[in-house]
């Protein structure tokens, strides 16, 4: 996918209108970021976003194509994002979980807002394999109902 040219007095996106999801084009080159490997790339919003907090967390998207092995994507905390489905996508994508930075809400520009996605669950099952969160959530369930179920039979006569 081409970079869309930034024009010479870009408008920066509004900080509190920012939401997880969101996909923009992003500018790595003048930062010290230089993890991707290119300038200006795109990027997905996939934090919970604050409304107060001048940064964000971001992941980079990559064409889906170097990621696939036998039709499938090669690792679970990949997230592919298909054309069909996001039309303002030029061809199908992934998000890479695995690089993750913050960046300043500011250098988000209006020009470079390419979308939102509709559907979080992928994304969310993506972070929550890439950061181990499955037996966390996991053991707080059990220990909220262990722990309503004691609340249960010390309040109550008949159990």
């Known amino acids: 996918m081409p970079a869309p040219n930034l024009s010479p007095n870009p408008i920066p996106f509004n900080p509190r209108a920012v939401e997880k999801g969101m996909l923009f084009w992003y500018d790595f080159s003048d930062g010290a970021d230089t993890f991707t490997g290119q300038k200006i790339r795109p990027i997905c ?9 001048s940064r964000v967390i971001v992941s980079p998207v990559s064409d889906i194509h170097n990621y ?3 039709d499938k994507l090669k690792y679970p905390y990949h997230v592919a994002l298909l054309k069909h489905v996001h039309p303002f996508l030029e061809k199908d994508c992934v998000v ?3 690089q993750v930075i913050t960046i300043q809400k500011s250098e988000l520009m209006n020009e470079w807002h390419m979308g939102c996605l509709q559907n979080m669950d992928e994304l969310d099952q993506g972070l929550f394999y890439n950061y181990d969160l499955y037996e966390s959530i996991v053991s707080g369930v059990v220990n909220r109902v262990s722990s309503m179920m004691m609340e249960h039979m010390t309040n109550f006569s008949r159990k």
């Open 45 to 53: 919003i996939i934090g919970r976003t604050n409304k107060n907090s």
């Open 68 to 70: 696939l092995d036998n």
């Open 96 to 98: 890479l979980l695995d």
